[in-house]
């Protein structure tokens, strides 16, 4: 396996979750590791295998390294060299830093009338929507245990949610 595939599985294991080939190909060039059309053309390489996932989300493509892919990473990424490894691990931190919003979560409470509310809540990626729930209840409570809740469990939530529709998740 050549150093430019083992470096793009390398950053996928280092991310952990789906992200759109947009930022992915950021991460890369940021690592100085390839460019943008090479660098599709090895994730669609190892979607054939296996090694890699690929859902359309909102309309983009998104990435997300299989258990396959990451027992591959594993059996290969001791001949990255340690350089290669710190500038991915660099970028990675850089594009998916603190201020740099992937996947935002919501919720809002409102009164509908007296004693009955609306709940919502969903996640957004890029401003895209992934999903979004809507509930009515009488209870006052029960909104805010689901409010926080959702807040707490939101990726577990989603990936329940795939899964009940036979589907697997893109996270």
């Known amino acids: ?68 892919g990451i027992k591959t990473c594993e059996l290969f990424e001791n001949k990255l060299p340690n350089e290669i490894k710190n500038r991915i691990e660099k970028a990675c931190k850089k594009t998916l830093s603190e201020d740099y919003d992937l996947r935002k979560v ?19 990626e890029q401003n895209d929507p992934l999903f979004e729930i809507r509930l009515r209840t009488e209870n006052a409570e029960q909104v805010q245990r689901l409010e926080s809740y959702f807040r707490l469990h939101s990726a577990e939530i989603y990936e329940k949610l795939f899964n009940a529709l036979g589907e697997e998740s893109p996270f």
């Not at 793009?8 to 059309?37: D, F, G």
């Not at 009164?111 to 957004?124: L, N, P, S, W």
């Open 106 to 124: 919501y919720t809002q409470t409102s009164a509908i009338r007296d004693g009955m509310y609306y709940f919502k809540c969903g996640v957004f």
């Open 1 to 68: 396996m050549n150093e430019h595939k083992i470096a793009v599985l390398y950053m996928l294991k280092t991310i952990k979750i789906a992200i759109s080939n947009r930022y992915l190909i950021e991460i890369l060039a940021e690592a100085e590791i390839i460019e943008y059309y090479p660098g599709l053309d090895i994730l669609h390489y190892f979607e054939k295998f296996g090694l890699v996932c690929i859902s359309e989300i909102g309309g983009t493509d998104h990435y997300k390294i299989t258990l396959e």
